[in-house]
């Protein structure tokens, strides 16, 4: 191979040895010489890249890497830094046990040289060392030491190839080869603080339908492969991903124009903010940059003559909704295919066969017919890809919950500048990705093995059905988010700023999903439950463990029942109630308000004991 692998420009911070190889002692160059790579390109980057070694960057490929480097460092979050910390200390979980992983004896240290004169990549080095890169801090002086080498290492290498692959970072080897570390450090500020440019870019993903039935639900798995395609063309400029929003590195405005054309061609549309900036001037947020530029990217046709379509209400309809579907996609008899083809559906289900009759069971039961886009009609055509809900469907299940994990972004970034006393920098979003991509494999999981794979629907990563008992089981969902926060990030349970949010529509299996996906877009609140759209809970995220607590005591059920009925008739007798000294279930209500006031309004109390009492 023999190319420079820009992540493994680091690798001797894995060891007790200088980082500036020409800081070495003569007795230590002498013992390691001749085990040094030296005949490899990734040597050259692990000796060259930074201003201030005693080997600088003498050719494109190694200034390349100084300036990624310099881009995923963590270097401009906090400002002055403490005295020597081996721990990690990432901003959302809080210090790690204080342990010194890199290798310090001589035979250690020479099988890592003897491993790198094999010319690995950046995968084969992780087989073997990914754990030390992972519990190393990037940077050891406390106060920066909150992101790891992993991550650190591997933002390098995608910061390196953005850098390398695009014509808006030309450099000519006449530039820098030959050049006096003075003149490197010249060019590197005309490059880094004047000339090259980058854009930070958020997009947000929106769809124009309102999903009616089970099949229109397709428009989420429409959504992730959107999301995968992207990543895909795009696999070193994503910083931070959820299932509905980017945050991207591009290195120029044509790519903001690209996936724009995607994600039209995939039936969406985008919330865009984007700053272009000097390197020296990004910042993870576009918005907390001057010049940031925000717009609604739409691709609609400029008329649109009726009939129009009835779910997205942005095109013409062209098909009719289920004749056309019937006619194309289900396998009717020959004579039954012409009737259908010449007359209304309504008009000729008696004239059908007995077999075509019940092979349309389901759509007859369906509403009207109705008029739809080329787009949503392929989308419904398709067949229902949630299988577990149209099973609960077919055995008549009675009650779901509907749950939607979110990640505010901007209140990420304020929490995380909270804590760290600064500016963040990439490295420490690129890190809160690993963590945040773990923890959705987390609750992921976890829900399964407390509801059972078969009970429960993954919609998108973030969001979930799940088939309930009772309405009290949604109780269940909060227990598995606690569990899953606490290993994740449990300094966010003690932040009233949470970045993290969790709503749950509890609702019967019947309930209009356009009518669940307008709750959950407009949840208000940390913890948010809402009960068939009429009732609400809601509670910050430093209730939840009071809140889980709470559901799982016992209360008598007849004085909950007794609650809920007064509440029904008047909300302020229900708070009299409630406070009453004297009332004969005084105990269930006290019990009541130790656990949940002040945290929880009467509102929300009175919704917790309904949704306890089912």
């Not at 995607?262 to 947020?285: Q, T, Y």
């Not at 979110?406 to 890190?431: C, H, K, P, Y």
Request: with cysteine; glycine share 4%; aromatic share 10%.
């Amino acid at each position: 191979m023999n190319q420079l692998v820009p992540e493994l420009h680091d690798v001797l911070k894995l060891t007790t040895r200088q980082h500036d190889i020409s800081k070495w002692s003569e007795q230590e160059y002498k013992d390691f010489k001749e085990f040094l790579p030296v005949k490899t390109e990734t040597w050259k980057g692990i000796t060259q890249h930074h201003l201030d070694f005693g080997l600088y960057p003498t050719e494109p490929d190694t200034f390349y890497l100084c300036v990624a480097d310099s881009l995923a460092s963590t270097l401009t979050r906090i400002g002055e830094a403490g005295s020597i910390e081996y721990r990690l200390n990432r901003l959302w979980r809080g210090p790690e046990e204080e342990k010194d992983v890199r290798l310090k004896e001589r035979e250690d240290i020479i099988r890592l040289f003897r491993f790198l004169q094999t010319d690995p990549d950046w995968q084969d080095f992780c087989r073997e060392y990914e754990a030390l890169l992972r519990n190393r801090p990037e940077d050891l002086r406390r106060g920066m030491n909150i992101t790891s080498l992993y991550t650190h290492c591997k933002l390098t290498g995608q910061f390196h190839r953005i850098l390398k692959s695009s014509q808006a970072f030309t450099l000519s080897p006449a530039e820098i080869e030959g050049k006096t570390q003075e003149q490197v450090k010249t060019l590197y500020r005309i490059k880094y603080a004047e000339k090259w440019q980058l854009i930070v870019s958020r997009c947000k993903f929106r769809f124009l339908q309102k999903p009616y039935r089970v099949r229109d639900l397709n428009i989420f798995g429409a959504l992730q492969d959107l999301m995968n395609q992207i990543s895909t063309f795009y696999p070193d400029n994503i910083l931070l991903q959820t299932s509905d929003e980017l945050l991207l590195i591009l290195p120029e405005e044509s790519h903001v124009s690209n996936i724009s054309e995607m994600a039209h061609n995939a039936g969406f549309w985008i919330e865009v903010v984007s700053s272009r900036r000097a390197l020296s001037e990004l910042k993870p947020n576009p918005q907390s940059m001057s010049g940031a530029k925000s717009e609604n990217l739409y691709n609609l046709p400029p008329e649109i003559f009726p009939p129009i379509c009835e779910i997205c209400q942005s095109a013409k309809a062209t098909r009719h909704w289920p004749q056309d579907y019937i006619l194309s996609h289900v396998g009717l008899c020959s004579s039954c295919q012409q009737l259908v083809s010449l007359n209304p559906l309504g008009s000729v289900v008696e004239s059908l066969c007995e077999a075509d009759r019940a092979q349309l069971e389901d759509i007859l039961k369906e509403p009207a017919p109705e008029e739809l886009c080329e787009k949503c009609f392929a989308l419904r055509a398709e067949g229902t890809k949630l299988k577990n809900l149209d099973t609960w469907n077919r055995e008549g299940a009675r009650k779901v919950a509907w749950v939607k994990l979110t990640l505010d972004f901007d209140r990420l970034q304020r929490t995380m500048e909270s804590l760290s006393g600064g500016e963040i920098s990439f490295s420490v979003i690129a890190e809160f990705q690993e963590d945040y991509s773990n923890f959705l494999k987390e609750f992921t999981s976890r829900i399964h093995k407390e509801f059972g794979r078969r009970d429960v629907e993954n919609i998108l990563s973030e969001f979930f059905c799940i088939r309930l008992g009772s309405f009290g089981e949604a109780f269940k969902v909060l227990e598995v988010y606690y569990e899953a926060m606490s290993r994740f990030f449990p300094v966010f349970l003690k932040e009233n700023d949470s970045p993290l949010t969790i709503a749950i529509v509890c609702a019967g299996i019947k309930f209009p999903f356009f009518e669940v996906w307008r709750i959950l877009e407009e949840a208000k609140g940390d913890i948010f439950i809402s009960l068939q759209g009429m009732r609400t809970v809601r509670a910050p995220t430093t209730a939840l463990e009071l809140l889980t607590k709470a559901a799982s005591l016992g209360y008598k059920k007849s004085a909950l029942h007794k609650l809920t009925r007064i509440e029904e008739t008047s909300k302020k007798l229900a708070e009299l109630t409630f406070q009453n000294r004297d009332d004969k279930d005084h105990a269930t209500y006290s019990r009541l308000a130790r656990n949940l006031y002040p945290n929880l309004d009467f509102s929300s109390i009175f919704t917790f004991a309904l949704l306890v009492e089912d």
